[in-house]
């Protein structure tokens, strides 16, 4: 009786022990097809991602609950410049860049585009991933691997600087900022290290802009911003009143671009540029609709509605802050032109005008060349701000289109 009753204790407790072991045990998925897992690199709008397709959707959902940060995510998927795995203890860190799972598959997108004529080695760790998200495979690889170059094109025409807004050769003594384009994408680099502004005595100012790693680019790397730097402009602040403004009324000033500044596919410009402009009084209005004047197009053509500003604004911002909307508030579709140093704005419908009433919708942050806006100025004293438009942030300008 007494065996009897050791023998039952026993088993129970062998019992309760399997329990409590197989909660706290990761999930054992011996039959997960690690090994269909593929690692590989696509190129997206010139910059490029690398991805690993393939995964188990289940892991997929573990890793979307888990939430890993970026030190974690380069454990589990790192990408390295190079051919190899860096072993060698040289303590080579991973590229930065973000993770995102999408589509059932992770994607890896760099902070700074891929460049091209260089080799790149990207691991996907299945062990630092299982020991992450608790989980147990028994069959499969440690890692997968993929190496990738991005070629050099063998031949392709020399890159050009096509433009640099605003296009004035007068600028306000407080201008914010300047676009530059170029023909071709620009490689990666301080791009300040080839921008030099001189002003007439041919000294090289100090500091005139903002300096961001790599520098302000859209997102095909063939437009720069070059903001000047807001502390010398606003008065009274510490730069300012240190170094100056960068700019000074009455004086000629030169942006030049080097020649050696090299493209996405590592070779010069065609040829150095420079941009000669005077500078005028600092502009410190805001932006008034009330001084446009309005061309409006007769019905059945074609004809473009047009918007002369008595001052320039800002050429990027032009481009994309005014709308032409019908009497429904429907978007009418065109093409939009910008002219004469950025102060004629024009809209050419896909279709030609019907008979009715239109509004030009101004979103109201549209901003001159110093950075002031239909609401307030960019360096403002709070009693003399332009109350906010009551429109939601827009501002709009009736019109009707008739036929002559």
Request: one cysteine or more; a positive charge; glycine letters at 6%.
């Amino acid at each position: 009786m007494r065996q009897e009753f050791i023998r039952v204790l026993l088993l129970t407790a062998g019992i309760l022990l399997a329990v409590a072991c197989k909660k706290s045990a990761p999930a054992v998925y011996p039959n997960s097809s690690d090994s269909s897992i593929e690692v590989r690199f696509r190129e997206v709008s010139n910059s490029g991602t690398v991805e690993a397709v393939g995964i188990d959707s289940r892991l997929l959902n573990k890793l979307r609950e888990k939430q890993l940060s970026l030190k974690q995510w380069q454990r589990v998927f790192p990408v390295f410049v190079g051919k190899i795995y860096p072993e060698d203890g040289s303590g080579k860190p991973p590229i930065l860049g973000t993770y995102k799972i999408e589509n059932q598959a992770i994607y890896f997108k760099p902070r700074f585009p891929f460049r091209l004529g260089l080799a790149y080695y990207a691991r996907f760790d299945f062990i630092q991933l299982y020991s992450l998200v608790d989980w147990i495979n028994t069959s499969g690889p440690d890692f997968m691997e993929s190496t990738f170059l991005l070629e050099k094109p063998t031949r392709i025409a020399p890159t050009t600087v096509t433009n640099i807004f605003p296009s004035t050769d007068v600028v306000p003594a407080n201008l914010l900022r300047f676009y530059i384009h170029f023909s071709a994408p620009m490689g990666p680099g301080n791009a300040h290290d080839y921008v030099h502004l001189l002003n007439s005595r041919n000294e090289e100012v100090a500091l005139p802009f903002v300096e961001v790693e790599e520098g302000l680019w859209d997102r095909d790397r063939k437009r720069l911003t070059l903001f000047f730097h807001p502390g010398r402009l606003k008065r009274g602040v510490a730069p300012n009143l240190k170094m100056g403004p960068p700019l000074r009324k009455g004086e000629t000033f030169r942006l030049i671009l080097d020649r050696n500044w090299k493209d996405a596919y590592g070779n010069p410009l065609e040829k150095g540029f420079q941009k000669e402009f005077k500078v005028a009084a600092d502009d410190r209005g805001p932006v008034s609709e009330k001084e446009w004047r309005v061309t409006t197009p007769s019905a059945g053509t074609r004809q473009p509605l047009i918007l002369n500003f008595p001052d320039p604004l800002d050429h990027a911002l032009l481009s994309r802050m005014i709308l032409i909307v019908d009497t429904n508030g429907n978007s009418c579709k065109g093409t939009i032109e910008i002219s004469k140093s950025e102060m004629r704005w024009e809209f050419i419908p896909d279709s030609p005008w019907a008979s009715g009433n239109y509004s030009v919708a101004v979103n109201t942050a549209l901003e001159d060349l110093a950075g002031n806006n239909l609401n307030s100025v960019f360096d403002r004293e709070l009693a003399h701000s332009r109350p906010q438009i009551e429109t939601g942030g827009l501002a709009k300008i009736h019109f009707r289109v008739t036929k002559y």
